[in-house]
């Protein structure tokens, strides 16, 4: 109804933020009204930003890649691989480091799920969180 200074709910929202000695654990929620998983647009929206992206390794179902599963996987999955991303190309990631991550839902219905990213430095993986959390509430918001 328009009214003024009336906040509208983020699509992706961390509730809860953990760190712990070696990886973050994010409680997350997919805001209701908002899609739980990712459509080829917003999939062709985070492969072209994120380069590379798409070549990630991932355990799934289909193949050996997260390009394999991007479009139909779930949103906060596709968050876990921008966490790893952001820190991926941060100066202060070693090169050589395998980070890996993991995503469950706790409540699919509710739109909550959980998910673990390991680091090398806590400050750069809370700063791919907010870059990977900023990506996808202005692309989901459209």
Same mark, same amino acid.
């Given at each position: 109804d328009g009214r003024i200074g009336e906040r509208m709910a983020k699509p992706v929202v961390a509730e809860r933020i953990s760190v712990k000695k070696d990886r973050i654990s994010i409680l997350v929620r $997919? /805001? *209701?009204g908002f899609p739980r998983? $990712?459509? /080829? #647009?917003? #999939?062709?929206a985070a492969s072209q930003a994120f380069p590379g992206l798409v070549d990630h390794a991932c355990v799934n179902d289909v193949g050996p890649r997260f390009g394999d599963v991007l479009?139909? &996987?779930s949103v906060p999955h596709l968050l876990e691989h921008l966490i790893i991303h952001g820190q991926v190309m941060d @100066? @202060? &990631?070693p090169a050589d480091i395998a980070l890996v991550g993991t &995503?469950?839902?706790l409540? *699919? !219905?509710?739109g909550l799920a959980?998910? *673990?990213v390991n680091y090398t430095d806590d400050l750069v993986a809370l700063s791919a969180l !907010?870059? #990977?959390l900023a990506f996808l509430n202005e692309r989901m918001a459209d």
């Open positions: $997919v /805001s *209701e998983y $990712v459509s /080829s #647009a917003l #999939a062709q479009v139909g &996987t @100066a @202060a &990631t &995503t469950e839902w409540d *699919e !219905k509710k959980r998910i *673990e !907010k870059m #990977a």
